[in-house]
């Protein structure tokens, strides 16, 4: 079972979760990927920070996810499909060894849908 969250109550509804939020995106070969991060809501658009293969990713393809699971507990987690508008990688310097860094960065992500989804059922 899954309720519709709108759009303009994302910011509210993903506020009261007490668990750290989760990008979804796809690597090259179709692989799910899934990675911890922070979200900061302006209206529908989320700017997440991410790591530096998540950032890749959605740089490659622009249909993500964000979700937030379930709180112990409780009955629902909270999923929000959307389209990458801009992806900001850090501007990071190879470090002291020579090797290239694995910086990080930012994606700008407009909500495109939003639901609360069971994940708690009681057994008959």
């Known amino acids: 079972m899954s309720v519709k969250v709108e759009l303009e109550k ?18 090259a070969d179709g692989r799910p990927r899934a990675s911890a991060v922070a979200v900061a809501w302006d209206g529908e658009v989320a700017t997440v920070r991410a790591g530096h293969r998540s950032v890749a990713n ?5 249909l993500v996810s964000l979700l937030w699971p379930a709180p112990p507990g409780e009955r ?3 999923l929000v499909d959307g389209e990458v508008e801009q992806v900001r990688p850090d501007d990071v310097p190879d470090d002291a060894t020579g090797r290239a860094a694995k910086p990080g960065g930012f994606v700008v992500v407009r909500a495109t849908g939003g639901i ?3 994940v708690a059922r009681p057994h008959s």
């Open 10 to 27: 994302l910011l509210e509804v993903s506020s009261g979760y007490g668990t750290t939020p989760m990008l979804l995106t796809t690597d």
């Open 58 to 62: 959605a740089a490659e393809r622009p």
């Open 76 to 78: 629902f987690a909270l």
């Open 116 to 118: 609360l989804h069971v």
